[in-house]
């Protein structure tokens, strides 16, 4: 057979279609990749179109700013209402809080050493009638390990980069 005519019987014959393979048998303690293909699981989900995606700011942290207070001043002089937000950088020290719905109060959890912030997202919204931040943190500790809550304050270690995008409601007048 010529070389030609090799080549395309060989592309032909691995074109043709292949049984399935057989699923591996796992292991106790595993589950397979699966489709989610359940529906009317989630009665009680609401949506909300918020239109066309909002104006997104890049707000970043020096050493030693408090994060909570930056995000709180920068809403109320942005006239944020509705937002969402998500971020990275370091910590050198955090308060964070574990929801106990018993007390309904957060037990702390403290951080008293340089920290990565690993996962920072939250939203703004409002409280009587004032801008409300509200996120969750996970940080990496030197060790490895993480710790994470309910965010209520954080001092910026090197640097903390915030991306906000403001989703508030304006009419045609309104200037920022």
Request: aromatic letters at 0%.
């Given at each position: 057979m010529k070389p030609l005519l090799m080549i395309l019987a060989t592309g032909i014959a691995l074109a043709q279609p292949q049984p399935p393979a057989q699923p591996q048998a796992l292991p106790d303690g595993y589950v397979g990749r699966?489709?989610?293909t359940a529906r009317g699981l989630a009665p009680a989900m609401k949506v909300k179109d918020l239109g066309a995606a909002g104006h997104t700011y890049e707000v970043t942290f020096g050493k030693g700013d408090e994060v909570a207070s930056g995000l709180t001043e920068f809403a109320e002089k942005n006239h944020i209402t509705t937002g969402h937000f998500t971020g990275v950088g370091a910590f050198s020290s955090a308060l964070l809080g574990w929801t106990d719905p018993d007390k309904r109060a957060f037990k702390k959890v403290?951080?008293?050493q340089e920290a990565e912030v690993l996962s920072f997202i939250g939203?703004?919204?409002t409280l009587n009638g004032k801008p409300y931040v509200h996120a969750h943190v996970v940080v990496?500790?030197?060790d490895g390990s993480t710790k994470g809550g309910h965010f209520l304050e954080g001092h910026v270690g090197i640097v903390m980069e915030v991306f906000v995008t403001d989703n508030s409601e304006r009419d045609s007048t309104s200037a920022k």
């Open positions: 699966k489709e989610i403290e951080i008293n939203s703004i919204s990496g500790l030197p």
